[in-house]
C-alpha cells in the first residue's frame, strides 16, 4: 500500500442529480486503486438523491472517501490551491452546479473546488446529468470544454462489452470518468477494435 504522501488525491464532487450509482462506483474505484485517494463534497440535494437510488445512507458513501468535507466548509483545503490534488471530478454534475462552475460562482466548497481546479490547470472531469439539453445547458457546457482540462462525460452508456446488468454498465461509466486521472479500472472493457 502506497504512503498516503506519495498518494493522489482526487477531490470528487457529487451533485443531487440523478447518478448517484456513479458516485458510490467512482469511490469504490479510486479507493482499489493503487496510489490514490479521494476527497468526497456532497451537496445537499445529492444526500437526498443518494437515499432514492441507492438506499445507502450518507455516513455509508463517507466511508468509501479517505477524506470528506461539508458542503459549508468554504475554508477546507479543496478551497484552496495550494491543496495538492490530481484534479476534480463531479458526478453526477446537474446543470446548476455546471452553471455556477461557467461563471465562477464560487458559493459553496465544491464550487470552490471546481473554481480552483480550474485555476490551477488541473484535470476537471464533469459527470453532465441531464436530458434533453436546453441550449442553456449546451452553451454551457461548450464554453467549459474549451478551459484546459475540463472534460464533459455525461454518462454515456457502451455495449461492446456487452454488460449484462445495470451493475455492469454503472462500473464502465464509473471507469471512463476516472480514465483523465490515469486510473485503470480492472474490470473496465476497452473497445479493442473489430475482430477478424
Known amino acids: 500500500m502506497s504512503d498516503e504522501r506519495d498518494e493522489q488525491r482526487i477531490v470528487v464532487g457529487a451533485t443531487g442529480a440523478s447518478g448517484l450509482p456513479l458516485l458510490v462506483q467512482c469511490l469504490r474505484i479510486i479507493r482499489e486503486a493503487d496510489g490514490f485517494r479521494s476527497c468526497l463534497i ?3 440535494g445529492a444526500r437526498t438523491t443518494l437515499a432514492w437510488e441507492t438506499g445507502l445512507g450518507v455516513d455509508e458513501v463517507r466511508a468509501l472517501a479517505d477524506e470528506w468535507y461539508e458542503p459549508e ?5 479543496p478551497a484552496s490551491g495550494s491543496y495538492r490534488t490530481a484534479g476534480m471530478i463531479v458526478v453526477p454534475c446537474s446543470m446548476k452546479t455546471l452553471a455556477g462552475i461557467h461563471s465562477g460562482y464560487a458559493e459553496t466548497l465544491l464550487l470552490r473546488a471546481a473554481d480552483v481546479t480550474i485555476k490551477e490547470q488541473r484535470p476537471l472531469v464533469l459527470c453532465a446529468r441531464e436530458s434533453p439539453l436546453s441550449p442553456i445547458h449546451l452553451r454551457n457546457m461548450q464554453e467549459l470544454s474549451m478551459i484546459p482540462g475540463v472534460r464533459i462525460c455525461p454518462p454515456m452508456l457502451t455495449f461492446y462489452g456487452n454488460a449484462s446488468t445495470i451493475e455492469d454498465m454503472t462500473y464502465d461509466v464509473a471507469a471512463r470518468l476516472l480514465m483523465p486521472f490515469g486510473i485503470e479500472a480492472p474490470r473496465y ?7 477478424e
Not at 466548509?73 to 483545503?77: D, F, K, L, S, Y
Not at 472493457?189 to 475482430?195: D, Y
Request: charged share 15%; aromatic share 6%.
Open 42 to 44: 456532497m451537496s445537499h
Open 73 to 77: 466548509e468554504i475554508g477546507a483545503g
Open 189 to 195: 472493457h476497452r473497445w479493442n477494435g473489430l475482430g
